[in-house]
């Protein structure tokens, strides 16, 4: 590879890993797992997940990054070998599954954030017997669930293809401002709904009995969101570290980084769950992945000027889609440039045209959103960091605490600590998820996506 640039500012760095890590996974992934996951329960199982795994995932990831200067696939091979290259090829895969699905999804936001410009979101409901459930039925498949994927997966390539970096920081430092704002507003204003109690209990206030009694469903569903909403588990974060000055503290940066992500989900959820309760949708989790639009148009429905307010969270979220998407092509786009010297422009084109094609299900039946988020987030994303963690702590972890030290100094036992907590309870939490994670998809494959076979071929 030739000589790799680093990154221009002290900010830089943080602002595309946070453009990376704050997407779809916070906004529109995050409340409808927590409410298949019964609300409060999944919220304290997640929260602790990611304090206790996420954050050392993450350190793993910059290290291996930052050390190898490469991308994920070559400093797998830098560092453990050239087997290795199976698990990069690995995070390839799984950059193409995510970025399927998460291209149609995004779709649905521009496809609402342009309703916001026919007029008030009361009189979209009114078409639709006054259903905010029924209007995202109809929008989340078929023409306009197709159309909006090709222009979301479009634009995605464009910028990828293009190799435009400003535009990606600038496009954060006006985004993540502006989420924050939007949802701090949003959840004063749900804040005041009459049944806004309801939704606060449902949220924060966990059963620690519900919990012992469903944690095999709880751990690996906080898993797989957590290393999804945080971009763990396929490179990317090895990808933005790589670039990285050796003066930079990895542990400060990891913690922003983490802290932002996880303020915006919980931020998202004092929004979203309150709306449902006082819209009399005490079940959130039959929103399924709908729930974000259906609380959302309640409640600019609802609310003065509520079509402006609409247009921009829509649009905002639809921007912040943008440039974790635009994360996820670029991973599977450098590795075919650095490893099959193909022209960024060809590698782009290819790699996103397949991507685009395999998500061209979903706008048909959401089953198979099922099918690719749960094979990413279930499987997938699991394993990646369950190697990753192998590979630091128990292959090369002298190397690793070294690595981490460069810009914090000496951290005496705490590397030491950091290294024996990914080695071991870790490592077995991990390796707990992952195998109920491969269950619970086997079940899906076997029950849901069979019977879905029978009833449709
Ligand atoms: N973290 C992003 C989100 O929450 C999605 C994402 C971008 C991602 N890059 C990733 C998820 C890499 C897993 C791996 O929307």
Redesign the pocket.
């Known amino acids: 590879m030739a000589q790799r640039e680093t990154w221009a500012t002290r900010t830089g760095f943080i602002l595309a890993a946070v453009g990376?890590?704050?997407?779809?996974?916070?906004i529109w992934?995050f409340p409808f797992v927590t409410g298949e996951g019964g609300g409060a329960a999944f919220l304290l199982v997640y929260l602790l997940f990611v304090a206790l795994v996420g954050f050392p995932a993450i350190l793993v990831e910059f290290v291996v990054g930052r050390k190898t200067k490469r991308n994920p696939v070559g400093a797998l091979i830098e560092l453990g070998g050239d087997a290795w290259k199976y698990v990069g090829g690995i995070f390839i895969v799984?950059?193409f599954v995510?970025l399927s699905f998460?291209s149609v999804v995004a779709g649905w936001f521009i496809r609402y954030f342009l309703e916001g410009f026919r007029g008030s979101y009361s009189s979209h409901l009114a078409e639709y017997g006054g259903e905010a459930g029924a209007m995202f039925g109809e929008l989340s498949t078929g023409l306009d669930a197709f159309f909006f994927h090709t222009v979301f997966m479009a634009l995605t390539i464009g910028i990828v293809a293009l190799g435009i970096r400003q535009g990606i920081e600038l496009a954060v430092k006006v985004m993540v401002p502006a989420i924050v704002l939007l949802l701090v507003g949003m959840a004063i204003w749900a804040f005041t709904l009459p049944d806004a109690g309801a939704g606060y209990e449902y949220y924060l206030s966990p059963e620690f009995g519900v919990i012992a009694d469903n944690w095999q469903e709880l751990l690996p569903a906080a898993a797989g969101q957590a290393?999804?909403?945080?971009?763990?588990?396929?490179g990317?974060m090895i990808t933005y570290a790589s670039y990285l000055g050796e003066d930079r503290n990895l542990a400060k940066d990891g913690t922003a980084i983490i802290g932002f992500d996880t303020g915006i989900a919980f931020l998202t959820g004092l929004v979203v769950f309150p709306i449902f309760f006082s819209a009399g949708i005490t079940e959130p989790g039959e929103g399924g992945a709908g729930a974000i639009f259906i609380s959302m148009t309640e409640a600019f429905a609802d609310v003065t000027g509520g079509h402006i307010l609409g247009l921009v969270f829509f649009g905002t979220v639809a921007i912040a889609?943008l440039s974790?998407a635009i994360?996820?092509l670029e991973v599977v786009t450098a590795y075919v440039i650095d490893e099959k010297g193909v022209e960024r422009w060809k590698a782009a084109l290819g790699m996103g045209g397949v991507i685009y094609l395999l998500g061209v299900p979903v706008t048909y039946d959401l089953i198979f959103l099922d099918l690719l988020d749960g094979f990413a987030d279930g499987v997938l994303?699991v394993f990646g960091a369950l190697m990753l963690v192998i590979l630091v702590g128990w292959i090369t972890p002298k190397i690793a605490v070294q690595e981490l030290e460069k810009g914090i100094g000496d951290l005496g036992s705490l590397g030491q600590a950091w290294i024996w907590a990914i080695r071991v309870p870790i490592l077995v939490v991990l390796i707990v998820s992952l195998s109920l994670g491969v269950i619970d998809y086997v079940d899906f494959l076997t029950e849901d996506f069979a019977g879905w076979i029978d009833e449709n071929l």
């Open positions: 990376s890590a704050v997407g779809l996974g916070n992934r799984t950059g995510i998460y290393f999804f909403t945080l971009s763990l588990g396929m990317v889609a974790s994360s996820l994303l």
